[in-house]
């Protein structure tokens, strides 16, 4: 069965961090780009990194620049997302994803193919 499971979710006060885990079973990510997405109560969700198969090129949304890092470890069939400086506004259900293409070029929703379940973050003192 192919899967993609989240994990990392928690609360968190303003100012912490977190890091999320996005792990793959029943296939290799190596062929993948892999993004992030997140799903606030009321709002659509919204794509906020990516990165390649290779792992070399790398995207952010604005909001999230500077104080997000997504990461790849192939060998362990795994991407991450190191979330610094939160904020409440990130407070979201966060979504990984796998893209079919090696490339990320945008966050459309139908160019991932394959979903985690989610993981909440929440941001509050």
């Known amino acids: 069965q192919l899967q993609l499971v989240e994990s990392g979710g928690a609360l968190v006060q303003p100012g912490g961090s977190l890091r999320l885990s996005c792990a793959a079973s029943g296939f290799t990510l190596d062929n993948y780009a892999i993004g992030w997405f997140r799903q606030a109560p009321g709002k659509e969700r919204e794509g906020v990194s990516c990165i390649s198969s290779s792992g070399y090129s790398t995207n952010y949304a604005a909001s999230v620049k500077g104080r997000f890092t997504i990461s790849r470890d192939n060998a362990k069939n795994t991407v991450y997302l190191q979330m610094n400086s939160l904020k409440p506004e990130d407070t979201a259900v966060y979504y990984c994803?796998?893209?079919?293409?090696?490339?990320?070029?945008?966050?459309?929703?139908?160019?991932?193919?394959?979903w985690g379940q989610g993981t909440q973050v929440t941001v509050s003192s």
């Open positions: 994803a796998a893209k079919g293409s090696p490339y990320c070029s945008g966050y459309r929703p139908n160019d991932y193919n394959y």
